[in-house]
C-alpha cells in the first residue's frame, strides 16, 4: 500500500478514530480514556525527574504521538500507563479508576516494544497466540481471536511463517496483532518504526496509522521523528526535560507553536526579533515586511517570531541575504542565510547556492507569520 501524502499544517480534517468504520474493522465495545494528573517519576539513583508534573488527557480511541528529544522522559510515559514504574506523586486514571495501584498484568495493555520482542521460535500464529494462551484461552478462544487479529493486520498469508522469515514491516504487524489479541484497554507503541530504514519507515507510516484506526483502541506512540508525529496523530505531546511543552494537534502545532522550542523542535523554524509597525505588520529587516497571525502587543516595539524555511522563497525583488549554509531535503534545497541585521533565516531552493553567495528572499504568498511572545 502506498503511504498517502500529508503536508505539515495540512492535516486530515476530521480528527479522530471514533468516527472511522469500514468493511472488516474490528470495533471494540468501548474505548478507554486516560489521564494524567501531576505526575512526577525519577529513576533510582537518580537525582532529577525523568517526568515532572505531566497533566494531560488522552480522550477514547484517540491516537496520542509523544515526541522530544532524547531522554526527555517519552518512553518513561508509557512504561508508567504500563505499571513497569510507580510515579512518586500523582495518579494515572483509565475510564476516571485510579491504576496506579494494579499490577500491570491486572491492567489491560497492550505494549509494543522498538524491538518487537518476538518469539523466533515460533510462526505467527504462535506469536500472536502467546498471550492468549497466558491468559487460558482454550483452543476454540485462541483459534478464533488469532484469525481476527491476522485479518485485522492483514497478515494472514504469513499465519504458518516462521517470524524469523518475515520483513521488517512484517514483524511490525505481527507484534501489534500479539498486543491486541489480548483486548488490551490501551496500546502503547514504543518507536515503531525506528528500527526500519528511513524509506521504509516513511512507506509503512501509512499503513501502521490505517491498522490502529481499525482496531479503535487507545493508543499512546513515542516517535522521535517529528514527521512522523503530525503525519499520524490526533494529536500530539512535545516533551522536553520531563515536562510538557504543549499538547495540541498538528495543525496548531505547527501553526501556533507555545514557544521557540517547540516551533524550533516540530517544524524546523528560526526565532528572530521584529520591529512592530502602525498597521500591524511587523518589519524582519528594511524591506521585509510580513503580517502576522496575532494581535501585536501595544506595550512594546520589538517582537520575538518564527520563521519557517516555507515561509520565505527565493525572490529577485526581495531584500539581500548572504547564503552562510545549505542542506539537501530530498528533491529541493534548505538554504540558510544571513540578513542585513545579522539575523539569520532560512529558505527553500530547488538548487545548491554556495556558501558566501549573496541571494535575494521575499515572504511567499499568503504566508503570516506567529508571534511568541504576546
Known amino acids: 500500500m502506498l503511504p498517502s501524502v500529508r503536508y505539515p499544517g495540512h492535516h486530515r480534517s476530521g480528527a479522530s478514530r ?3 468504520s469500514g ?5 471494540p465495545s468501548k474505548a478507554t480514556s486516560i489521564d494524567f494528573e501531576n505526575i512526577t517519576f525519577a529513576y533510582p539513583g537518580s537525582s532529577v525527574a525523568a517526568v515532572t508534573d505531566i497533566t494531560l488527557s488522552v480522550r477514547p480511541a484517540e491516537l496520542v504521538v509523544v515526541v522530544g528529544p532524547s531522554g526527555c522522559g517519552k518512553s518513561t510515559l508509557l512504561r508508567i500507563v504500563a505499571g513497569l514504574v510507580q510515579p512518586s506523586r500523582g495518579r494515572l486514571l483509565l475510564d476516571g479508576s485510579d491504576t496506579l495501584k494494579l499490577p500491570p498484568e491486572k491492567r489491560r495493555i497492550g505494549w509494543v516494544p522498538q524491538s518487537y520482542a518476538l518469539f523466533d521460535h515460533l510462526d505467527v500464529s504462535g506469536n500472536v497466540a502467546f498471550g ?3 491468559q487460558g484461552a482454550n483452543r476454540e478462544q485462541r483459534d478464533r481471536r488469532v484469525q481476527e487479529m491476522l485479518d485485522l493486520c492483514r497478515i494472514s498469508q504469513f499465519a504458518h511463517r516462521p517470524v524469523s522469515e518475515l ?14 489479541a489480548t483486548d488490551p484497554r490501551v496500546l502503547l507503541l514504543d518507536e515503531p518504526l525506528a528500527a526500519l530504514d528511513p524509506q521504509l519507515r516513511v512507506a509503512l507510516r501509512a499503513d501502521l496509522e490505517a491498522l490502529l484506526r481499525r482496531s479503535g483502541v487507545t493508543t499512546l506512540f513515542v516517535t522521535h521523528d517529528q514527521s512522523e508525529a503530525l503525519a499520524i496523530a490526533d494529536r500530539v505531546v512535545v516533551l522536553r526535560d520531563g515536562r510538557i511543552e504543549q499538547y495540541d494537534t498538528p495543525e496548531r502545532l505547527w501553526t501556533q507553536p507555545a514557544n521557540a522550542f517547540v516551533a524550533e523542535f516540530v517544524s524546523r523554524a528560526i526565532t528572530l526579533k521584529a520591529r512592530c509597525r502602525p498597521e500591524g505588520t511587523v518589519e524582519l529587516a528594511p524591506g521585509l515586511i510580513a ?3 496575532q494581535a501585536l502587543p501595544s506595550d512594546r516595539d520589538i517582537v520575538t517570531l518564527t520563521v519557517r524555511p516555507t515561509d520565505l522563497m527565493l525572490d529577485p525583488e526581495g531584500v ?4 552562510t549554509g545549505c542542506e539537501y531535503a530530498g528533491g529541493t534545497y534548505t538554504v540558510f542565510g544571513r540578513l542585513a541585521t545579522g539575523a539569520v533565516v532560512s529558505f527553500l531552493a530547488d538548487a545548491r ?3 558566501g553567495e549573496r541571494a535575494r528572499v521575499g515572504l511567499r504568498h499568503g504566508t503570516r507569520l506567529n508571534v511568541l511572545d504576546q
Open 320 to 323: 539581500a541575504v548572504e547564503v
Open 18 to 20: 471514533r468516527g472511522e
Open 167 to 180: 520483513s521488517g514491516g512484517q514483524r511490525q504487524r505481527v507484534a501489534i496483532a500479539r498486543a491486541l
Open 132 to 134: 492468549l494462551r497466558m
Open 23 to 27: 468493511p472488516g474493522m474490528n470495533k
Open 291 to 293: 503580517p502576522v497571525n
Open 353 to 355: 547556492l554556495p556558501i
